[in-house]
């Protein structure tokens, strides 16, 4: 005997958050033209490999675009999940893309260290501020967004990683006006680089932790094992198996021995009182208990 529960959580994102994206994705190709014309006049290639990585962003922000409306389409036969982990498939894929673009940028970053080089700075100065007041309005509209989806959370960090960006630019451009100290934008870039690596590296390590079905930092199992334990009429339970479908819904299946020759409604009862507190205590969205009695030993296969 089985029981499943669902509980329905509400999402954050739909048409807003896609309106958001969409703003956020025409910003950066306005940043990156911009960077590429100023980067060619001005002489300055920190502007050049900005455009470079904002363009990888607005990939990013693409990516994310598309997994929003992916997670909209219905369950099939064949995705009988529907599609709710390409929001995940895609914060992997943008969280790795931040992880090279930031170790490219690393690279590059020393190298100007090393060897500065001499730039207009005025120029510099207009064009990162361009930026900066994109990447800051872009990061401004995701901002809630992101604190409720991984897949927006990728993109946001890039958008980070840009406003952190264009801020080193003005500061880096006004001190080489002030004291013609060219290596300063490369000091700043190997920080911010350094800062972004931190920040993609946790992004990249939750969704993969959601695709190996770990199970979620906020579930213990061995409390929620000693919780059904407690309960009247349930003599032990096994097979458990805790993870997140998405970042918001966490799944839980058992199986539950229980004491023989119960009736079908005093069976129910306690798949009502499990499900019930695996819910409320545990927040768990969708549990699949199954009850066995002494008549089946659930620790072979097949039972």
Known sequence: MSHHDHTHHSHHHGQGSERRLIFSILFNLLI??????????????ALLSDALHNLSDTFSLVASFVGLRLDKRGKTS?????????????ALLNSSLLLVTSLFLFKEALVH?????VINGPLMIAVALVGLVANLSSVLLLKQDAQHSLNIR??????IMDTLSSVAVVVGAILVMLFKVYWIDGLFSILISGYVLLAGYKVLLEAIGILMHTSPKSIDVQVIEADILALEG??????????????????FEAHTKV???????EASQILCTIAKLLETKHHVSHS???????QCDGHKAGC
């Open 259 to 265: 004491e023989e020759n119960l009736t079908m409604k």
């Open 154 to 159: 990728s993109a946001y960090m890039h958008l």
């Open 288 to 294: 699949t208990i199954q009850l066995e009695s002494g």
């Open 32 to 45: 990156s033209v911009t960077e590429i014309v100023g980067g060619m006049l001005s002489g300055s290639v």
């Open 234 to 251: 349930v003599k032990d339970v096994h097979h458990i198996h805790v993870w997140n479908l998405t970042e918001t819904q966490v799944h």
């Open 113 to 117: 260290l090393l060897h500065p080089v």
């Open 78 to 90: 064949a995705m009988t999940f529907g599609y709710k982990r390409a929001q995940i498939l895609i």
